[in-house]
């Protein structure tokens, strides 16, 4: 094992540029003419087109996304009636139950379908469709600040 090497031609000297035109590398060590590519130190940033209008600047923007926007883990009533009769339902109820991937994430329920069972279940946000609908079945809706 320590006799072992490398196979003939699979390493190859480095290239030492910079040292004078008898070094097989010429008067400009590979860098051609003038520019920005020649000068030390200067090279061109990323995405850099040669003056050209970049393409993230030709590209039409769209829309807009608010850097603190409020997302919900939406649910629906119908999901709701797989809970036994007078059960309370948190998150963390409901992220068993496969309803939604967060348990700390923010809930809104939605007045889909229909609740047949009292149920107390806890909620960051309730719509009006889905007070409606629990005062309709007489459950209970806590809001969880």
Known sequence: ????GSPRGATRPTKRRGRGSGSGHGKTSCRGRKGA???SGRTTRPHFEGGQMPLARRIPKKGFKAPFRQTYQIVNIESLDRFEDNSIIG???LKKARLISSATHPIKILGDGKLTKKLTVKAHKFSKSAKK???EAT???EVIS
């Open 133 to 135: 609908k629990f005062e």
């Open 37 to 39: 590519k020649k000068r």
């Open 91 to 93: 998150p963390d109820e």
């Open 1 to 4: 094992m320590n006799e072992l």
């Open 139 to 141: 459950a209970k809706m």
